[in-house]
C-alpha cells in the first residue's frame, strides 16, 4: 500500500537558516510520482514540484532543492536561507497505479521561519 | 492554465441542514476529480474518487450516503454534505486530473464548511 511518512512535525528556524523536511515512502510499483505542496495559512496548496521514479536527479529551483534517493525510499526538500514567507505546512504525496493514481499525502511539516 | 475553482469558499450552516459545494475545472476538462477533508493541523485525507458519468468510489469509513457526490460534466463534481453535523466541520478541497494526465493533479482553494 502507498505510504508517506513526513517525521518531523513542527520545525522552527531562524531566518536565513537552512531547513530540511524529510520525506520517506512506501510503494509497491515501480512507476510513481512523488510531489511536494506548500499549504500557507490560506489554506490553498501550491504545488512546489513532481518528481517521478525513474528520474533520480536533483533539482533547485531558486531557494528550494530536492534530494530524491530511491535506495532509502526519500524525497528530502531543503529550503536554503529560510525566510518569513516560506512559513507554511509542507506536504510530501505519492501517486501510484496500484493506488490508481490517487495521491497518498503525508502528515505535514509546519515550518515556522522566526525573524 | 489548469486553475480549478470551489464555491462557496466558506459557508456556515445549521446542525441537520444540507450543503453544496462545486468544483470546477475552468481551462481544462478533468476525467477524474478527488475530494478531500482536512481538519485543522491535520493532513489531507482522500475522501472519495469521482469519474464523470459515473459512481464516486469512496475511501473506506466514508460514507458514501452522507456526502453525495456527483461528476456530470467533465468540468463540474459537487459534494454535498447531507445532514450536517459539527463534527463534519472541516476544509474540503477538490482536485481535478486531466485528460490523458494520469500523474497531475490541480488542487482547488478549498472550501471551508463550518456547522453549528
Known amino acids: 500500500a502507498q505510504k508517506v511518512t513526513q517525521a518531523q512535525t513542527e520545525i522552527s528556524v531562524v531566518e536565513k537558516e537552512d531547513v530540511t523536511l524529510d520525506c520517506v515512502y512506501e510503494?509497491?510499483?515501480?512507476?510513481?510520482?512523488l510531489f511536494w505542496y506548500k499549504q500557507p495559512p490560506s489554506g490553498e496548496l501550491v504545488f512546489l514540484i513532481r518528481?517521478?521514479?525513474?528520474?533520480?536527479q536533483n533539482e533547485i529551483s531558486g531557494r528550494y532543492s530536492w534530494n530524491f534517493q530511491k535506495s532509502t525510499s526519500s524525497f528530502n526538500f531543503t529550503i536554503t536561507a529560510s525566510q518569513v514567507v516560506d512559513s507554511a505546512v509542507y506536504f510530501c504525496?505519492?501517486?501510484?497505479?496500484?493506488?490508481?493514481?490517487?495521491?497518498?499525502f503525508g502528515k505535514g511539516n509546519q515550518v515556522v521561519v522566526i525573524p | 492554465g489548469a486553475v480549478v475553482s470551489q464555491h462557496p469558499s466558506w459557508v456556515i450552516c445549521k446542525s441537520g441542514t444540507s450543503v453544496k459545494i462545486e468544483c470546477r475545472s475552468l481551462?481544462?476538462?478533468?476525467?477524474?476529480m478527488f475530494w478531500y477533508r482536512q481538519f485543522p493541523k491535520q493532513s489531507l485525507m482522500l475522501m472519495a474518487t469521482?469519474?464523470?458519468?459515473?459512481?464516486?468510489?469512496?475511501e473506506q469509513g466514508v460514507e458514501k450516503d452522507k456526502f453525495l457526490i456527483n461528476h456530470a460534466s467533465l468540468t463540474l463534481s459537487t459534494l454535498t454534505v447531507t445532514s450536517a453535523h459539527p463534527e463534519d466541520s472541516s476544509f474540503y478541497i477538490c482536485?481535478?486530473?486531466?485528460?490523458?494526465?494520469?500523474?497531475?493533479?490541480?488542487f482547488g482553494p478549498g472550501t471551508r464548511l463550518t456547522v453549528t
Open positions: 510503494t509497491r510499483d515501480t512507476t510513481y510520482y
Open positions: 469521482s469519474n464523470e458519468g459515473s459512481k464516486a468510489t469512496y
Open positions: 504525496a505519492l501517486s501510484d497505479l496500484y493506488g490508481n493514481n490517487r495521491l497518498a
Open positions: 482536485s481535478a486530473a486531466p485528460l490523458a494526465v494520469n500523474y497531475e493533479q490541480y
Open positions: 518528481r517521478n521514479s525513474f528520474d533520480e
Open positions: 481551462d481544462f476538462q478533468a476525467t477524474t
